[in-house]
């Protein structure tokens, strides 16, 4: 079954906010990976580049937000088009 998470839930594994740890928690027990869509690349990118401008990140941290997980968790991600 393909699992599909919406920007907010999918930047909460990247970044550390208030509901992360339950983000992180629901990414653990999936049995599928999370699709990962255009659509949701360029979300993200928005998103990231909206918590710049509103002075919550720096632009080092957004580039380096998708290096890996938060406190190293595995993700199984699959890319859709």
Known sequence: M???FDTGLFLKLYLN????PKAL????RLTSPICFTP???AELVNALRCKE??????GGRRHESFGRPQRGHPLR?????
């Open 2 to 4: 393909a699992v599909y």
């Open 53 to 58: 401008g509103r002075g919550e990140m720096t």
């Open 77 to 81: 991600v699959c890319c859709a088009s």
């Open 17 to 20: 906010e208030p509901d992360s």
């Open 39 to 41: 659509f949701l690349r």
């Open 25 to 28: 928690s629901l990414a653990a």
